[in-house]
């Protein structure tokens, strides 16, 4: 299966995390960073936020 990429809201319905969140766990080096598509846009890698959620699900 090829790598698809999503845009923030496709993340934040995912996670449930708003925004701010998401950016702050990326600095903090604790979520999948996003891939710069274009000057003004940038993407997530689906496969690694679902990747995310597995982990957060098998430690709990």
């Known amino acids: 299966m090829p790598n ?8 934040k319905e ?4 708003s925004g701010s969140t998401i950016y702050r766990l990326i600095s903090q080096g604790k ?3 996003q891939v710069k598509l ?3 846009s940038c993407g997530w890698v ?7 959620l597995r ?3 098998n430690n709990r």
């Open 4 to 11: 698809k990429i999503i845009k923030l809201d496709s993340v």
């Open 14 to 17: 995912m996670t449930t995390f």
């Open 31 to 33: 979520f999948p960073k």
């Open 38 to 40: 274009a000057e003004r």
């Open 46 to 52: 689906e496969s690694e936020i679902d990747e995310y």
């Open 55 to 57: 982990k957060r699900i």
